[in-house]
């Protein structure tokens, strides 16, 4: 049994100049079968892996996004997992020692040797400042 689509139907009609019911209706006599067209693709088509991704991230985003704006449910979870997985600001750790009143009194790098210039400003920077409290 042969098949046909719209899309041909169409055609031929155009080409004939008889409407495409006509052309339609001569071929169902003939012994054709009207079949559905495929659905077109959406979108663009992907042409690489980074684009597979980056749409998969986006649909990823855009779910993400639906869900957390209708279920209250999803939006308290949510938000229990982000505070519970960002990162504490955890203490800068220093290279300058001090005492009990803020005093400097050493490093535990050698500034010579051990410290970067980071660290080493950072100390210059905490002796300035106690010089300047001095004042």
Known sequence: MNTITMTEINELARQTGNTSMAVLTDLIERGYQLVEEPPAPRG???????????QWKASKQKVRDELYKADPLVRQLTDLDNAYNSPAQQAKQS?????AFGNITGTTKSVLTGATSKEQAELMAAIRAMYNQGE
């Open 95 to 99: 290279i300058v020692q001090r005492d």
């Open 44 to 54: 663009n088509p992907l042409t690489s892996s980074k684009d597979a991704l980056a």
